[in-house]
């Protein structure tokens, strides 16, 4: 479980039919600020992993899930903050997909993820991925 001050984080790893990733760049300003990003937030106290999941791509991407399973779970203390990654393959979804909130925003191949700054704590799921 998390810890009390530990951030659950809902995120999810979208694979288009052509099996590229949607990945998006974290704005300066945030934690992480420039790096790539899966789409996801964080899970508020009165909601389960999968709605927290279902809300942040709507709001982010515009996408609607209809289908996700959990892909892994990763903890990760960074120096300021303690993270709790619940990482989702998303295997069915609709909306004309893109990112709403400004930030840069592209499909990649997974064997394309490795030239993209992540933050730290994403490095084991990409290895997931390139594992499949
Ligand atoms: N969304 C997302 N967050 C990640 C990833 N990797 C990673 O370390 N994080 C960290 C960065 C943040 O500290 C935290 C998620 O924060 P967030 O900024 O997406 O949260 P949020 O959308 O709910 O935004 P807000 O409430 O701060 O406005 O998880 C990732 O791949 N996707
Ligand atoms: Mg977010």
Redesign the pocket.
């Known amino acids: 479980m998390a810890s009390s001050n530990r ?1 659950h ?1 809902a ?1 999810g790893v979208i694979e288009d039919d052509n099996g590229h990733i949607f990945i998006s760049c974290r704005h300066p300003h ?3 600020g420039g790096k790539w ?6 899970v508020e106290a009165n909601e389960s992993v999968y709605e927290a999941l279902c809300r ?1 791509l709507q709001e982010e991407c515009n996408l609607t899930v209809q289908q996700a399973c959990p892909l892994t779970v990763i903890t ?1 203390d960074y120096s300021d ?1 303690q ?1 709790l ?1 619940d990482v989702w393959m998303v295997t069915a979804f609709s909306g004309s997909v893109s990112q709403q909130e400004g930030q840069q925003w592209r499909w990649v191949p997974v064997y394309e993820l490795d030239a993209y700054p992540f ?1 730290p ?2 490095q084991p799921i990409i290895e997931v991925l390139q594992r499949r």
């Open positions: 951030v984080v995120v945030l934690h992480q990003e899966f789409p996801g937030g964080k942040e990760h903050k993270v990654l933050p704590a994403n």
